[in-house]
T-cell receptor
Framework: GENVEQHPSTLSVQEGDSAVIKCTYSDSASNYFPWYKQELGKGPQLIIDIRSNVGEKKDQRIAVTLNKTAKHFSLHITETQPEDSAVYFCSPGNSGGSNYKLTFGKGTLLTVNP | EAGVAQSPRYKIIEKRQSVAFWCNPI?????LYWYQQILGQGPKLLIQFQNNGVVDDSQLPKDRFSAERLKGVDSTLKIQPAKLEDSAVYLC??????????????FGAGSRLTVL
């Protein structure tokens, strides 16, 4: 099965700074690379995703970059705000078929200090 | 569109008792998942349904956990008898094709179980 590792496990930044979280995976068949944000007391919510045929995707202050050769992808948050404080999970998978599932990393706790 | 509904939000039971969680997915979502999230960890898949059929239950502790999805809509997850290590948040999710073409999961808020 898929082996997923996230780094760092905790990250503390000042408001306005950038934050980067890296995810490494083992299954070369993975072709879908989403990032989820989980706020306290809520379920994870998709914030950005990328397919294996794309190297980078950006949506306002967040971006995801993929290095399929090295089997890692990263979440980039620029101009961080206190509301970005949450736990972030990467969850690479093989999407498209009926037997589609995601394997979640252990999560990164991001704290944005005002 | 309404989200994934789960109940109860919180449940406290003693070990060896039983508990059941209910999930109502987003209308039209054929695939439904139950995940277990232990404090400080990422969600772990317990069971995946496609309509009312089981696609993957390889990580479901079948000696104590059971799940069903009658009529391919609502689902229930049952634990009997509960153990201390079952204390966790049980997340239900359903999926549909997103803009990227991949199946996008939408999660409910979860049911927090505490076993004493």
């Amino acid at each position: 099965g898929e082996n997923v590792e996230q780094h760092p496990s905790t990250l503390s930044v000042q408001e306005g700074d950038s934050a980067v979280i890296k995810c490494t995976y083992s299954d070369s068949a993975s072709n879908y690379f989403p990032w989820y944000k989980q706020e306290l007391g809520k379920g994870p919510q998709l914030i950005i995703d990328i397919r294996s045929n794309v190297g980078e995707k950006k949506d306002q202050r967040i971006a995801v970059t993929l290095n399929k050769t090295a089997k890692h992808f990263s979440l980039h948050i620029t101009e961080t705000q206190p509301e970005d404080s949450a736990v972030y999970f990467c969850s690479p998978g093989n999407s498209g078929g009926s037997n589609y599932k995601l394997t979640f990393g252990k999560g990164t706790l991001l704290t944005v200090n005002p | 569109e309404a989200g994934v509904a789960q109940s109860p939000r919180y449940k406290i039971i003693e070990k060896r008792q039983s508990v059941a969680f209910w999930c109502n997915p987003i209308s039209g979502h054929a695939t439904l998942y139950w995940y277990q999230q232990i404090l400080g960890q990422g969600p772990k898949l317990l069971i995946q349904f496609q309509n009312n059929g089981v696609v993957d239950d390889s990580q479901l502790p079948k000696d104590r956990f059971s799940a069903e999805r009658l009529k391919g809509v609502d689902s229930t997850l049952k634990i009997q008898p509960a153990k201390l290590e079952d204390s966790a948040v049980y997340l239900c999710a359903s999926s549909a094709k997103g803009r990227s073409g991949a199946n996008v999961l939408t999660f409910g808020a979860g049911s927090r179980l505490t076993v004493l």
